[in-house]
């Protein structure tokens, strides 16, 4: 039996890739904040246990591997999907909501990676950051999202080439818009017409629409198995050619 944390696993992306890997046969821990929502993703399958706290200090993410460990006896992958999005240009980015933005999209993903890191290169398994196609170009007043998902996509290639002979995989990948609570949340904060909304992104796109939470956790959980055990250090777009 494989074992995979999904953190940012409430809603949204990550609730689509614990469920993934659960009804692909993974034994699945799926952490976030809100413990409510963590269990109506755990109803989905028997194969998802909940860890629900806060994900700031390092401490933090070693109690958090510490207890999947406890829980499972081993882990093969790790998924750092949880994220934020505070809107701003430099100017109006207060340092409040960059420390924030650093911490949730940039040092949580170190420090869970770095604690993983002995039990995933024993079983020879793999990590997965989540980050965003705002980390391989920029975005319109997102200042700090983009620097701290851009530092996510080169952590995830120099991990890649640090640990690749220990039998350690990373990978990222970057999503464009998705429909997700995220995204509802920003058109109620700018007090935008949601539908309005996401027309006017989907015409940003060469596709023509955004993408759904389950196209991303099918691509992350092809990036866990045996069939890509050749893809390393890769930063894959998955954003209906909006980064091309």
């Known amino acids: 039996m494989s074992v995979v944390l999904v953190t940012g696993a409430s809603s949204g992306i990550g609730a689509a890739i614990a469920i993934a890997f659960a009804e692909d046969g993974w034994d699945v821990m799926a952490a976030g904040r809100d413990e409510g929502r963590l269990e109506e993703v755990a109803d989905v399958s028997e194969s998802i246990v909940t860890w629900?706290?806060?994900?700031?200090?390092?401490?933090?993410?070693?109690?958090?591997?510490?207890?999947?460990?406890?829980?499972?006896?081993q882990l093969d992958c790790l998924v750092n999907n949880a994220g934020v999005l505070v809107r701003g240009d430099v100017s109006e980015t207060n340092d409040e909501d960059w420390r924030y933005m650093m911490a949730v999209n940039l040092d949580v993903p170190f420090f869970l990676s770095r604690a993983a890191l002995p039990h995933l290169e024993r079983s020879e398994?793999?990590?997965?950051?989540?980050?965003?196609?705002?980390?391989?170009?920029?975005?319109?007043?997102?200042?700090?999202?983009?620097?701290?998902?851009?530092?996510?996509?080169?952590?995830?290639?120099?991990?890649?080439?640090?640990?690749?002979?220990?039998?350690?995989?990373?990978?990222?990948?970057?999503?464009?818009?998705?429909?997700?609570?995220?995204?509802?949340?920003?058109?109620?904060?700018?007090?935008?017409?949601?539908?309005?909304?996401?027309?006017?992104?989907?015409?940003?796109?060469?596709?023509?629409?955004?993408g759904e939470p389950e196209e991303v956790a099918s691509l992350a959980l092809f990036l866990a198995g045996n069939g890509a055990l050749h893809i390393n250090g890769a930063a894959i777009p998955l954003d209906g050619g909006a980064s091309a």
């Open 52 to 73: 629900a706290g806060e994900l700031i200090d390092s401490e933090d993410c070693e109690e958090l591997i510490a207890d999947a460990i406890e829980e499972f006896g």
């Open 125 to 210: 398994g793999s990590i997965i950051n989540i980050a965003s196609d705002w980390g391989l170009k920029a975005g319109e007043r997102a200042a700090a999202y983009c620097a701290s998902k851009a530092g996510l996509v080169l952590l995830t290639k120099a991990m890649a080439r640090d640990h690749a002979r220990d039998g350690l995989r990373v990978n990222a990948i970057c999503p464009g818009e998705v429909d997700t609570p995220m995204l509802v949340a920003e058109a109620k904060a700018n007090d935008y017409d949601l539908d309005e909304y996401i027309e006017e992104l989907c015409e940003e796109v060469p596709s023509g629409r955004i």
